[in-house]
């Protein structure tokens, strides 16, 4: 008999491994012009995949952050205090620009390369890059404003990390927040009371009210909305303002979340805090808008980076773990899950890197890559975010019982998998933002199926889903009950088109029959008979 505490048959810790060394990624990259970024991401690849970054999202998970509403003295301070690997990978974060630093760049793919870059480092933990998303979809907001935008939008795009409550102009680098829903509203903004009353100095408002989530409230400026004399309207708020004194804002509580434990979400109640106007007064929803499209790409960013996540642990498992007389992966069952959460995963992918080539081109003035964004990040932020929580349940189960354990990290993916889904819109807002895109805008669903054209004829399952998009969207009959089904049939068409195009031939086939086709069911694990999964496998096996 073996020693009763002999470990075997155990895998080794999934370490050393360049995270961004995955295929359907480096050539997304390429193909959607950040290939110029290729030798920046790997090296963030390495740190992300070696055991120090592990620790550092372990341990900003295990020791939350604490707010401080007063000093020793009874002043009060709203501080929150964050274990210090919170703070070493947000400053590993904001240095290899995951946050706004694509908009001080230039170079066409900057966009694209920030986005591989924050899906990479997503893997490693997820809350943290809260703070980033904001901070990234504050600026084209801001510059609704230009005299605001001139002010700290060099500070937004600086990549050095500057944690502390300071005025923002006597710091290196900033961060951003943002403050919009109310207990009462929820998605519904409109119904937002916080007052906002003309005034005070250098053409501020005072603001007066509670707002119910705040993200990121450690940040150094917020975006929020207030109803004005002109109705809702858009504002910037300091935490701190340039005289050093601290703004008329407190935090009331941290909310205690299902998942991202290591970020502070809270309530803040304004009284009488001071906050400049952006954009026009009245418009607050349409100069917000413009943070949404950003925010909304970084949920199927996180996402898609959640699948790869779960899935490199679980082939990793499977790979070394032996049962029932062989290697797991090799048992044509496991073969079978396995290879179903790898076509979602790269599906994911293929799409948010697609995502973010028209965002990227978008900014730099194409029209029709701005027209099928705005259709195609709310179809995919609706799909994607909503396929993460059933692909993190089983990749968890790939693990067995250890999967189910904590240290595993698999607990952490899984209690992490439906906060994108929620953030930015719900499923229901993201579905009805689709629609109301297609009644507003008639050009976006032209720039939607200018995209699916481009795989006409390459294959007939997609051929004819993409058909029956065309009738499905020219059937206006109960609409609104019907959007879910539309906007998921929408998704799955783009990743179809995607795959087609530019995957190989294996990993295509397999996901429009499976998806598309009718050969795969409910469950992940029920692909049809003659899919290659080696093909399918190896592209998502870690890599050094």
Same mark, same amino acid.
């Given at each position: 008999?073996?020693?009763?505490?002999?470990?075997?048959?155990?895998?080794?810790?999934?370490?050393?491994?360049?995270?961004?060394?995955?295929?359907?990624?480096?050539?997304?990259?390429?193909?959607?012009?950040?290939?110029?970024?290729?030798?920046?991401?790997?090296?963030?690849?390495?740190?992300?995949?070696?055991?120090?970054?592990?620790?550092?999202?372990?341990?900003?998970?295990?020791?939350?952050?604490?707010?401080?509403?007063? @000093?020793?003295?009874?002043?009060?301070?709203?501080?929150?205090?964050?274990? *210090?690997?919170?703070?070493?990978?947000?400053?590993?974060?904001?240095?290899?620009?995951?946050?706004?630093?694509?908009?001080?760049?230039?170079?066409?793919?900057?966009?694209?390369?920030?986005?591989?870059?924050?899906?990479?480092?997503?893997?490693?933990?997820?809350?943290?890059?809260?703070?980033?998303?904001? $901070?990234?979809?504050?600026?084209?907001?801001?510059?609704?404003?230009?005299?605001?935008?001139?002010?700290?939008?060099?500070?937004?795009?600086?990549? $050095?990390?500057?944690?502390?409550?300071?005025?923002?102009?006597?710091?290196?680098?900033?961060?951003?927040?943002?403050?919009?829903?109310?207990?009462?509203?929820?998605? !519904?903004?409109?119904?937002?009371?916080?007052?906002?009353?003309?005034?005070?100095?250098?053409?501020?408002?005072?603001?007066?009210?509670?707002?119910?989530?705040?993200?990121?409230?450690?940040?150094?400026?917020?975006?929020?909305?207030?109803?004005?004399?002109?109705?809702?309207? #858009?504002?910037?708020?300091?935490?701190?303002?340039? @005289?050093?004194?601290?703004?008329?804002?407190?935090?009331?509580?941290?909310?205690?979340?299902?998942?991202?434990?290591?970020?502070?979400?809270?309530?803040?109640?304004?009284?009488?805090?001071?906050?400049?106007?952006?954009?026009?007064?009245?418009?607050?929803?349409?100069?917000?808008?413009?943070?949404?499209?950003?925010?909304?790409? !970084? #949920?199927?960013?996180?996402?898609?980076?959640?699948?790869?996540?779960?899935?490199?642990?679980?082939?990793?498992?499977?790979?070394?773990?032996?049962?029932?007389?062989?290697?797991?992966?090799?048992?044509?069952?496991?073969?079978?899950?396995?290879? !179903?959460?790898?076509?979602?995963?790269?599906?994911?992918?293929?799409?948010?890197?697609?995502?973010?080539?028209?965002?990227?081109?978008?900014?730099?003035?194409?029209?029709?890559?701005?027209?099928?964004?705005?259709?195609?990040?709310?179809?995919?932020?609706?799909?994607?975010?909503?396929?993460?929580?059933?692909?993190?349940?089983?990749?968890?189960?790939?693990?067995?019982?250890?999967?189910?354990?904590?240290?595993?990290?698999?607990?952490?993916?899984?209690?992490?998998?439906?906060?994108?889904?929620?953030?930015?819109?719900?499923?229901?807002?993201?579905?009805?933002?689709?629609?109301?895109?297609?009644?507003?805008?008639?050009? #976006?669903?032209?720039?939607?199926?200018?995209?699916?054209?481009?795989?006409?004829?390459?294959?007939?399952?997609?051929?004819?889903?993409?058909?029956?998009?065309?009738?499905?969207?020219?059937?206006?009959?109960?609409?609104?009950?019907?959007?879910?089904?539309?906007?998921?049939?929408?998704?799955?068409?783009?990743?179809?088109?995607?795959?087609?195009?530019?995957?190989?031939?294996?990993?295509?086939?397999?996901?429009?029959?499976?998806?598309?086709?009718?050969?795969?069911?409910?469950?992940?694990?029920?692909?049809?008979?003659?899919?290659?999964?080696?093909?399918?496998?190896?592209? #998502?096996? *870690?890599?050094?």
């Amino acid at each position: 008999m073996p020693p009763t505490h002999e470990v075997f048959n155990q895998p080794t810790p999934l370490e050393d491994h360049d995270v961004a060394a995955e295929p359907a990624l480096t050539e997304g990259l390429e193909r959607e012009g950040g290939g110029w970024a290729g030798e920046e991401l790997h090296e963030l690849g390495r740190l992300a995949g070696g055991a120090p970054a592990r620790g550092w999202g372990e341990q900003a998970n295990a020791n939350e952050p604490v707010l401080r509403t007063h @000093d020793r003295y009874g002043h009060r301070v709203d501080e929150v205090d964050f274990h *210090p690997a919170w703070h070493v990978l947000t400053d590993t974060a904001v240095s290899h620009g995951l946050h706004a630093a694509p908009w001080a760049d230039e170079r066409a793919g900057a966009h694209v390369a920030r986005a591989a870059k924050f899906y990479v480092w997503s893997q490693v933990e997820a809350g943290h890059g809260c703070p980033m998303s904001m $901070t990234y979809a504050v600026v084209p907001a801001l510059r609704h404003s230009p005299e605001l935008a001139a002010r700290y939008e060099p500070l937004l795009t600086s990549r $050095t990390y500057d944690f502390g409550l300071r005025p923002p102009l006597a710091k290196r680098g900033l961060l951003a927040g943002m403050s919009m829903t109310e207990k009462q509203g929820g998605s !519904d903004v409109r119904a937002n009371t916080t007052r906002a009353v003309p005034g005070g100095p250098d053409g501020a408002h005072r603001l007066t009210g509670h707002k119910w989530f705040t993200s990121a409230p450690m940040g150094d400026l917020f975006l929020t909305l207030a109803q004005a004399p002109e109705g809702l309207s #858009c504002f910037l708020v300091p935490r701190v303002l340039e @005289d050093g004194t601290r703004n008329a804002l407190s935090i009331q509580r941290l909310k205690d979340k299902l998942g991202n434990r290591s970020n502070a979400s809270a309530e803040l109640e304004y009284d009488g805090a001071l906050a400049w106007p952006v954009g026009e007064p009245g418009r607050g929803v349409r100069t917000i808008i413009e943070m949404v499209n950003g925010t909304r790409l !970084d #949920c199927v960013i996180g996402s898609a980076a959640g699948m790869r996540a779960g899935l490199v642990q679980a082939v990793h498992h499977a790979s070394l773990r032996q049962a029932f007389g062989g290697a797991l992966i090799d048992a044509p069952l496991m073969r079978n899950v396995l290879a !179903d959460l790898a076509l979602e995963s790269e599906a994911a992918t293929a799409l948010m890197l697609r995502l973010a080539g028209a965002a990227d081109r978008a900014v730099r003035g194409d029209e029709s890559e701005a027209a099928f964004r705005r259709l195609a990040v709310a179809a995919g932020k609706y799909w994607v975010t909503k396929r993460q929580p059933a692909h993190a349940a089983e990749a968890l189960e790939c693990l067995g019982g250890n999967g189910y354990v904590e240290e595993s990290g698999m607990p952490r993916l899984f209690r992490e998998s439906p906060l994108n889904s929620i953030w930015e819109g719900s499923g229901n807002v993201a579905a009805l933002d689709v629609l109301r895109a297609m009644a507003k805008e008639p050009v #976006c669903v032209e720039a939607l199926f200018a995209e699916l054209a481009l795989s006409q004829g390459a294959d007939h399952r997609l051929d004819a889903a993409v058909k029956r998009l065309h009738t499905e969207l020219g059937d206006l009959d109960a609409a609104e009950y019907r959007a879910r089904s539309v906007v998921e049939l929408m998704a799955l068409c783009l990743q179809a088109s995607l795959l087609v195009r530019h995957a190989p031939a294996a990993v295509a086939d397999a996901f429009t029959a499976s998806r598309l086709g009718g050969e795969g069911g409910r469950a992940f694990g029920t692909l049809p008979r003659g899919v290659d999964t080696e093909a399918v496998l190896d592209r #998502c096996r *870690p890599r050094t």
